[in-house]
């Protein structure tokens, strides 16, 4: 049976509000050593994602101040989220697909995980020690 996004994602990520500064937004992906952020309306509901490319080229290169330029005026609005019982396989093609490391998990429109490459890899990696486990005790038997 396939392993599915909510096995492998991490649950309540933190996010940026769209009103929030960028700069609010870089300390975040800093703290958290990654490159992109959920952006979320007042209720949790996902408007975006805020990644550093972003910011170098909507926010620096423009020349905008960063603690002032909200959020959710530069973040990327066209994004595809998983879904917690979507399946790994599907969802990794889809990162694939949109060239990103990192998906926004989603229910009722809202962000309840984030799926990155690196959660995927840990999942398969589990499952193919799993299958050596599985093949080596058959092979005693």
Do not use: C, F, W
């Not at 933190?14 to 700069?23: A, F, G, Q």
Request: proline share 4%; charged share 30%.
């Amino acid at each position: 049976m396939s392993k599915l996004v909510r096995d492998a994602m991490t649950v309540n990520p933190r996010t940026v509000s769209r009103n929030d500064s960028v700069v609010d937004a870089a300390l975040i992906m800093e703290q958290e050593d990654v490159g992109s952020v959920p952006v979320v309306d007042t209720d949790n509901i996902l408007v975006g994602m805020i990644t550093d490319r972003d910011i170098t080229l909507r926010v620096v290169a423009a020349g905008k101040d960063p603690r002032s330029t909200a959020a959710g005026e530069v973040a990327t609005r066209q994004v595809s989220p998983a879904y917690p019982d979507e399946s790994l396989d599907q969802a990794l093609e889809q990162m694939a697909y949109r060239q990103v490391r990192r998906l926004p998990v989603i229910e009722d429109d809202r962000v309840v995980g984030i799926l990155a490459q690196a959660d995927v890899v840990h999942e398969v990696k589990d499952k193919k020690i799993g299958q050596l486990i599985e093949e080596i005790s058959e092979s005693r038997a």
